[in-house]
C-alpha cells in the first residue's frame, strides 16, 4: 500500500485522566469475563498493552506482508480497521488465504454474549468486520448468541433475560446488512432445543470428555466453588467452530445417527476480541482429538474500542456516557461527544494554537479513525491538530458528524427488521454462497481417491485419513440402513 500511513487505533496512554487516590501498580488482566487495563503506582489506568498480550499469547502480529498478501489474494484492499490495526493479530489467518486461493470453502464464525438489549458501536464494529468478511470471501457465516453463557455467567440474569435480550441483538447485528442466503443466526438457548443441534450438541459432549477440569481451570480461572455449567459451557462455544456441528449448512440431515466427517474437516475463521483466545486455544489443542478431526480454527483478533472517557476505560452498559449507543438520539450523540469524550486538545485556545493537541489520546480524533475511511483526509486531522491549526472543537464537530451519519444508517435499516425476518435468519436451512470465482492454487487432493474428503489445511495427514475412512463407513451404514429399511418395506 502506498497511501500515508495514519496512526494506528487506540496507541494511547492516559495518565492525564486519572483522579483516583494512589494505588498502587497493576497489571493488565485480560481473559473472558474480566478485561482490565492496568495502572501504574499512582492508580492511573494506562493503555492496553497489545504486543505485550500477543507476545504473552503466542499469537501472531498482523503485519504488512501479510495486509499486502490479503490484498493480493481477494482482490479487495484492507477494510480499515485492518490497515489502522483495530483488527491486530491472528493465528493461521494465512492457512484461511491458502485455502481461498485453492476455491475452498471456509465457515465464519463469531458471537455475542446478550448481555443488556441494546448495542453499542463497541458492539457493532466486530460484526460490521465480519460482515465485510464475508462479502470479500463469499462463505458461510454462523452467528453465536451465548445467552446460556451469559446466565450461567451473571447471577442477575435469568435465562428468558438474556434469551430476550439475544432477539434483541440479532434484529441490532441484521440491520447491519448481513446476507440471509449465506448467515445462520442463533440463540443457545433456543438452537441446543431446536432438533437441528443434535451433532453440535454431540460434538459439545465428545469435547467436553477431551477436557478435564484442570485444563478449563488454567484456561479461564475457575475453583471448585464455580457453578458447574460455566465448567461445561467452554465446549459449546468451542464446537461451534466445527463445520459439522451444523450439516444443515451443506444440506445435510441434522438428524443423522452419525455427525459428517467431511464437514468436521472443512476450515473455520473465527473473528473475536483478544479477550476471547483462551476459548480458541483450548478448541485449536483439541480440534484434532475429535472423533471426526477438524483443523485448528484460525482466529483474527482485534483490540477492545476505546471508551469515551479514553484509553484503559470500557464501554460499559451501567454507564450511558461511556459509550454511543446505536439506540442514541443525534442530541444524545452530540451531548455525549463534546461534553464526555476525553480531548487531546490544550486548556485554552491560545495554548492549543501554541502547542498543539494530541491526537493520540484524543477520542473524538480515535471515533474518526473507526469511521472515516479517506486516510488521507484523517492524516490531514492528524496533522493539523497536532500543530494546533485544528481545535478541539473542529475535531469533534468531524466526529459528531460521522457518528451521526453512521448511527442515523443504522436505525433507519434496523427500523426493518421485523419479527419475521428475525425468524428468517435464525431458521435451520441450507445456506447458499460462491466462494472464491477464480481460485488460483489447485484444490487440495490428497485423499481424493478414499473419497470425497479433501483435507482441510490443518489437518494432519493422518486426521485427514481417518476423516476420509470415517465417512466412508458413515456413508455405508447409512446405505446398509436404507437398503434394510427397502428391504423391511416390501
Ligand atoms: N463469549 C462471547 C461473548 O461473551 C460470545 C461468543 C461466542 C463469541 N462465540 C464467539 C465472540 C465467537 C466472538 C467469536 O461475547
Same mark, same amino acid.
Given at each position: 500500500?502506498?497511501?500515508?500511513?495514519?496512526?494506528?487505533?487506540?496507541?494511547?496512554?492516559?495518565?492525564?485522566?486519572?483522579?483516583?487516590?494512589?494505588?498502587?501498580?497493576?497489571?493488565?488482566?485480560?481473559?473472558?469475563?474480566?478485561?482490565?487495563?492496568?495502572?501504574?503506582?499512582?492508580?492511573? /489506568?494506562?493503555?492496553?498493552?497489545?504486543?505485550?498480550?500477543?507476545?504473552?499469547?503466542?499469537?501472531?502480529?498482523?503485519?504488512?506482508?501479510?495486509?499486502?498478501?490479503?490484498?493480493?489474494?481477494?482482490?479487495?484492499?484492507?477494510?480499515?480497521?485492518?490497515?489502522?490495526?483495530?483488527?491486530?493479530?491472528?493465528?493461521?489467518?494465512?492457512?484461511?488465504?491458502?485455502?481461498?486461493?485453492?476455491?475452498?470453502?471456509?465457515?465464519?464464525?463469531?458471537?455475542?454474549?446478550?448481555?443488556?438489549?441494546?448495542?453499542?458501536?463497541?458492539?457493532?464494529?466486530?460484526?460490521?468486520?465480519?460482515?465485510?468478511?464475508?462479502? /470479500?470471501?463469499?462463505?458461510?457465516?454462523?452467528?453465536?448468541?451465548?445467552?446460556?453463557?451469559?446466565?450461567?455467567?451473571?447471577?442477575?440474569?435469568?435465562?428468558?433475560?438474556?434469551?430476550?435480550?439475544?432477539?434483541?441483538?440479532?434484529?441490532?447485528?441484521?440491520?447491519?446488512?448481513?446476507?440471509?442466503?449465506?448467515?445462520?443466526?442463533?440463540?443457545?438457548?433456543?438452537?441446543?432445543?431446536?432438533?437441528?443441534?443434535?451433532?453440535?450438541?454431540?460434538?459439545?459432549?465428545?469435547?467436553?470428555?477431551?477436557?478435564?477440569?484442570?485444563?478449563?481451570?488454567?484456561?479461564?480461572?475457575?475453583?471448585?466453588?464455580?457453578?458447574?455449567?460455566?465448567?461445561?459451557?467452554?465446549?459449546?462455544?468451542? /464446537?461451534?467452530?466445527?463445520?459439522?456441528?451444523?450439516?444443515?449448512?451443506?444440506?445435510?440431515?441434522?438428524?443423522?445417527?452419525?455427525?459428517?466427517?467431511?464437514?468436521?474437516?472443512?476450515?473455520?475463521?473465527?473473528?473475536?476480541?483478544?479477550?476471547?483466545?483462551?476459548?480458541?486455544?483450548?478448541?485449536?489443542?483439541?480440534?484434532?482429538?475429535?472423533?471426526?478431526?477438524?483443523?485448528?480454527?484460525?482466529?483474527?483478533?482485534?483490540?477492545?474500542?476505546?471508551?469515551?472517557?479514553?484509553?484503559?476505560?470500557?464501554?460499559?452498559?451501567?454507564?450511558?456516557?461511556?459509550?454511543?449507543?446505536?439506540?442514541?438520539?443525534?442530541?444524545?450523540?452530540?451531548?455525549?461527544?463534546?461534553?464526555?469524550?476525553?480531548?487531546?486538545?490544550?486548556?485554552?485556545?491560545?495554548?492549543?494554537?501554541?502547542?498543539?493537541? !494530541?491526537?493520540?489520546?484524543?477520542?473524538?480524533?480515535?471515533?474518526?479513525?473507526?469511521?472515516?475511511?479517506?486516510?488521507?483526509?484523517?492524516?490531514?486531522?492528524?496533522?493539523?491538530?497536532?500543530?494546533?491549526?485544528?481545535?478541539?472543537?473542529?475535531?469533534?464537530?468531524?466526529?459528531?458528524?460521522?457518528?451521526?451519519?453512521? /448511527?442515523?444508517?443504522?436505525?433507519?435499516?434496523?427500523?426493518?427488521?421485523?419479527?419475521?425476518?428475525?425468524?428468517?435468519?435464525?431458521?435451520?436451512?441450507?445456506?447458499?454462497?460462491?466462494? !472464491?470465482?477464480?481460485?488460483?492454487?489447485?484444490?487440495?487432493?490428497?485423499?481424493?481417491?478414499?473419497?470425497?474428503?479433501?483435507?482441510?489445511?490443518?489437518?494432519?495427514?493422518?486426521?485427514?485419513?481417518?476423516?476420509?475412512?470415517?465417512?466412508?463407513?458413515?456413508?455405508?451404514?447409512?446405505?446398509?440402513?436404507?437398503?434394510?429399511?427397502?428391504?423391511?418395506?416390501?
Amino acid at each position: 500500500m502506498t497511501e500515508p500511513e495514519p496512526p494506528s487505533v487506540a496507541a494511547l496512554s492516559l495518565s492525564e485522566t486519572a483522579t483516583t487516590e494512589p494505588k498502587g501498580a497493576s497489571e493488565q488482566e485480560i481473559n473472558p469475563w474480566d478485561v482490565q487495563a492496568a495502572t501504574d503506582d499512582q492508580g492511573n /489506568v494506562l493503555a492496553f498493552d497489545y504486543e505485550a498480550i500477543s507476545k504473552k499469547w503466542a499469537t501472531n502480529l498482523i503485519d504488512k506482508a501479510l495486509l499486502e498478501r490479503f490484498e493480493r489474494v481477494t482482490g479487495h484492499k484492507p477494510h480499515r480497521w485492518l490497515r489502522r490495526g483495530l483488527f491486530f493479530s491472528h493465528r493461521d489467518l494465512d492457512r484461511i488465504l491458502d485455502t481461498y486461493e485453492r476455491g475452498e470453502d471456509f465457515l465464519l464464525y463469531t458471537g455475542r454474549g446478550p448481555s443488556s438489549g441494546s448495542m453499542h458501536i463497541g458492539h457493532t464494529i466486530p460484526f460490521e468486520f465480519t460482515k465485510w468478511l464475508q462479502d /470479500v470471501f463469499d462463505v458461510p457465516l454462523v452467528i453465536m448468541l451465548t445467552d446460556d453463557e451469559k446466565a450461567l455467567f451473571k447471577e442477575s440474569l435469568t435465562f428468558e433475560d438474556t434469551l430476550k435480550f439475544a432477539y434483541e441483538n440479532a434484529k441490532d447485528i441484521i440491520a447491519l446488512g448481513f446476507d440471509l442466503k449465506k448467515t445462520f443466526i442463533y440463540s443457545d438457548i433456543k438452537f441446543y432445543g431446536s432438533g437441528g443441534a443434535g451433532h453440535f450438541v454431540t460434538n459439545a459432549l465428545e469435547f467436553s470428555k477431551l477436557i478435564t477440569f484442570n485444563q478449563v481451570r488454567g484456561a479461564f480461572g475457575f475453583d471448585a466453588s464455580t457453578n458447574t455449567g460455566r465448567i461445561f459451557f467452554p465446549s459449546f462455544q468451542c /464446537v461451534a467452530a466445527f463445520g459439522s456441528s451444523y450439516p444443515f449448512i451443506w444440506g445435510e440431515d441434522p438428524q443423522s445417527d452419525t455427525r459428517f466427517a467431511k464437514l468436521a474437516a472443512i476450515p473455520c475463521l473465527i473473528p473475536c476480541a483478544i479477550d476471547q483466545d483462551p476459548y480458541f486455544r483450548l478448541v485449536r489443542d483439541n480440534a484434532n482429538r475429535m472423533r471426526f478431526p477438524s483443523p485448528k480454527p484460525a482466529l483474527i483478533h482485534s483490540k477492545f474500542l476505546t471508551a469515551l472517557q479514553g484509553a484503559g476505560g470500557k464501554m460499559s452498559a451501567s454507564n450511558p456516557n461511556s459509550a454511543i449507543y446505536m439506540s442514541d438520539s443525534e442530541k444524545q450523540i452530540k451531548n455525549k461527544i463534546n461534553k464526555h469524550a476525553f480531548s487531546g486538545g490544550q486548556e485554552t485556545l491560545e495554548l492549543h494554537r501554541e502547542l498543539g493537541g !494530541n491526537p493520540d489520546i484524543d477520542v473524538p480524533y480515535q471515533y474518526l479513525t473507526y469511521f472515516e475511511d479517506d486516510d488521507e483526509k484523517l492524516q490531514g486531522f492528524y496533522d493539523a491538530y497536532k500543530k494546533g491549526d485544528m481545535l478541539t472543537g473542529e475535531m469533534k464537530k468531524e466526529c459528531v458528524d460521522v457518528m451521526i451519519a453512521y /448511527v442515523r444508517k443504522f436505525q433507519e435499516a434496523r427500523s426493518k427488521v421485523t419479527d419475521e425476518i428475525l425468524a428468517e435468519y435464525m431458521k435451520i436451512r441450507k445456506l447458499e454462497w460462491k466462494g !472464491n470465482p477464480h481460485p488460483t492454487k489447485p484444490k487440495n487432493t490428497e485423499t481424493k481417491a478414499e473419497g470425497e474428503t479433501k483435507p482441510a489445511e490443518g489437518l494432519s495427514k493422518n486426521a485427514a485419513k481417518k476423516a476420509a475412512k470415517l465417512e466412508e463407513l458413515r456413508k455405508k451404514k447409512e446405505a446398509a440402513a436404507a437398503a434394510a429399511a427397502a428391504a423391511g418395506k416390501s
